[in-house]
């Protein structure tokens, strides 16, 4: 599985943003999809993920209400509508995906990697 993640720019608080990740080659219903994010400086962490099947959806406290998370089973896409942006949302973010996680907020537990694109929000 190969992701591809874009959509990043640079927004000022209270805009939104939608990110978007293609994957290719094959996507199981076991699979999970999930977006993590890193400011410099900081470690990588969570911020949401999908259930490829049944579409549950999970989320980082501190993003809840804000982004949503989905996914479109024809095109392979999962994307990240990210709402009221802060500028402690700032950071590269990066899709992911599980084969099948122990951890779904764990990223050692996922196995592949897009490459990252960089979201900046000015105050």
């Known amino acids: 599985v190969q992701l591809q993640a874009f959509g990043g720019g640079l927004v000022q608080a209270g805009d939104s943003l939608r990110l978007s990740c293609a994957a290719s080659?094959?996507?199981?219903?076991?699979?999970?999809m999930g977006w993590f994010r890193q400011a410099s400086g900081k470690e990588r962490q969570f911020v949401a993920a999908?259930?490829?099947?049944?579409?549950?959806?999970y989320y980082q406290d501190s993003v809840k209400g804000r982004f949503t998370i989905s996914r479109v089973g024809a095109t392979n896409t999962v994307y990240l509508q990210m709402n009221s942006l802060k500028p402690e949302d700032t950071a590269v973010y990066y899709c992911?995906?599980?084969?099948?996680?122990?951890?779904?907020?764990?990223?050692?537990?996922?196995?592949?990697w897009g490459q990252g694109t960089l979201v900046t929000v000015s105050s």
């Open positions: 999908i259930r490829w099947g049944a579409g549950t959806t």
């Open positions: 080659g094959r996507i199981f219903s076991s699979h999970v």
């Open positions: 992911a995906a599980a084969r099948r996680p122990s951890n779904i907020y764990d990223s050692a537990n996922y196995d592949y």
